[in-house]
């Protein structure tokens, strides 16, 4: 079964940093695609930024509100993806999930999808 | 950019009704686009993916149409599990959710 279990998220000052974590289990986790994606209280879903499998080259991509403040790693060997967060401002105050990205053939094109997701952990930005 | 829009932005449905919401992208994203549920608290839910390809599990009821720039998620006949809201997601560049639509109880 799949898991993917955040953790890391709290009370912090503006202008501080925190470094979340999400542990994934029960599905190939070094080929995989992730994500983070949040929501601010009462509003819809913002995708953070991802991280390609190292097969694909590693690399990230980030939303603009948080490139050059946030920044996406995994390790690999022990399932785990991480966003360090610095610089942080109350507008990053929400949930933040990780979510694993599935893709799919058909027609000879790649539908890429949110398929797994963790329950989320909550970040608030408060003086 | 891509912008993506939904309609309406909020319905009252009873158990039973056929409730449609519609997405809109800013260009074409031919059918990349995907469509979740999220319920108060939880997760948000894959429901359809590649515009129309139902996701493992998800009912029958839920049925996904459009290409280029105008999607249709369709619930055909309202469950009580259904009242949530609803996200379209466009897959074609870097991911963007549509600002979603919350189907409550009339």
């Known amino acids: 079964e799949v898991h993917l279990a955040e953790s890391g998220g709290g009370l912090v000052k503006p202008g501080g940093s925190l470094r979340l974590s999400c542990a994934a289990s029960g599905f190939g986790f070094s080929g995989t695609w992730m994500s983070w994606v949040r929501q601010a209280p009462g509003k819809g879903l913002e995708w953070v930024g991802r991280i390609k499998s190292k097969t694909d080259g590693g690399t990230t991509d980030y939303a603009a509100p948080v490139k050059g403040r946030f920044t996406i790693s995994r390790d690999d060997s022990k399932d785990t993806l991480y966003l360090q967060m610095n610089s942080l401002k109350t507008e990053d105050t929400a949930v933040y999930y990780c979510t694993a990205e599935s893709a799919k053939s058909i027609a000879s094109s790649w539908y890429v999808y949110f398929n797994y997701w963790g329950q989320g952990t909550l970040v608030t930005v408060s003086s | 950019d891509i912008q993506m829009t939904q309609s309406p932005s909020s319905l009252s449905a009873s158990v039973g009704d056929r409730v449609t919401i519609t997405c809109r992208a800013s260009?074409?994203?031919?059918?990349?686009l995907n469509w979740y549920q999220q319920k108060p608290g939880k997760a948000p839910n894959l429901l359809i993916y590649a515009a129309s390809s139902l996701q493992s599990g998800v009912p029958s009821r839920f049925s996904g149409s459009g290409s280029g720039t105008d999607f249709t998620l369709t619930i055909s006949s309202l469950q009580p599990e259904d009242f949530a809201t609803y996200y379209c997601?466009?897959?074609?560049?870097?991911?963007?959710f549509g600002p979603g639509t919350k189907v409550d109880i009339k």
């Open positions: 260009q074409s994203i031919s059918s990349f």
């Open positions: 997601q466009q897959s074609y560049r870097t991911p963007l």
